[in-house]
């Protein structure tokens, strides 16, 4: 079954430093997401991507922050200086189409990155 | 202001015993809603939604939720907890735009 995968798993990092946060989406899928959960909080959207620009970015989602798809298969996430309360759990996921659009497509979620700060 | 809560951070139930959590929504606009699982270690899994069809949804593992309108509801429920239950559950909405909005979360603890 396609699942959405992500790499590293876990990563440490002193804070100032630049991080890339790696997602493989699925095949087909055209709408990709970030996400993240700092611990013991609720999952928060950070950013939606379609057809290579941003469509969707929260507040968080600021210019510390950047999204790319270098490839046709790999979804990056960047924060180009880190800070400690952007240590938390990075969730990257895809779907067929829109939430928006006229009918409702999964969102198919990654397992996860977890980003420790230090 | 669209919101969504989901009540009890932490729920015990015993095996066996009927799992009831709950999510409320706040919306101006008729939401997609979604309970997602995720297992320790692991990534988000979906575990049912409702797309304005049927109010009650069923979805995997025995769970299902019905969509309550006039209570602002959608609740999940399975009747009989299973030790493999235990995870944590997260209620998501969607208010027309392209993001999931989600709960806080329950983890569920199954008592043998």
């Known amino acids: 079954e396609p699942e959405v995968t992500q790499t590293p798993s876990h990563q440490v990092t002193q804070m100032g430093q630049e991080v890339i946060l790696r997602c493989v989406p699925i095949?087909?899928?055209?709408?990709f997401y970030w996400y993240r959960q700092i611990l013991g909080q609720k999952v928060e959207f950070l950013v939606s991507?379609?057809?290579?620009?941003?469509?969707?970015k929260s507040e968080i989602f600021d210019d510390q922050f950047s999204v790319e798809r270098p490839d046709g298969s790999n979804f990056t996430l960047k924060i180009r200086s880190t800070k400690l309360e952007d240590s938390a759990m990075y969730f990257c996921?895809?779907?067929?189409?829109?939430?928006?659009?006229?009918?409702?497509?999964?969102?198919?979620f990654g397992p996860g990155t977890r980003l420790t700060v230090l | 202001a669209q919101s969504v809560t989901q009540l009890g951070s932490h729920v015990s139930v015993s095996e066996g015993a009927l799992v009831l959590l709950r999510c409320n929504y706040s919306?101006?606009?008729?939401?997609?809603l979604f309970w997602y699982v995720q297992y320790p270690n692991q990534g988000l899994q979906l575990l049912l939604k409702?797309?304005?069809?049927?109010?009650l949804v069923k979805g995997i593992n025995g769970f299902e939720a019905e969509f309550k309108k006039s209570e602002t509801s959608f609740h999940l429920t399975k009747p009989s907890a299973h030790m493999s239950d235990a995870a944590e559950y997260f209620c998501?909405?969607?208010?027309?735009?392209?993001?999931?909005?989600f709960g806080t979360g329950t983890r569920l603890t199954i008592i043998p």
């Open positions: 991507f379609y057809n290579n620009e941003i469509s969707e």
């Open positions: 996921a895809s779907s067929e189409w829109d939430l928006a659009g006229s009918s409702y497509n999964e969102q198919f």
């Open positions: 998501a909405v969607n208010f027309g735009n392209e993001k999931l909005t």
């Open positions: 409702y797309t304005s069809a049927a109010t």
């Open positions: 095949s087909n899928h055209l709408y």
């Open positions: 919306s101006s606009v008729p939401p997609y």
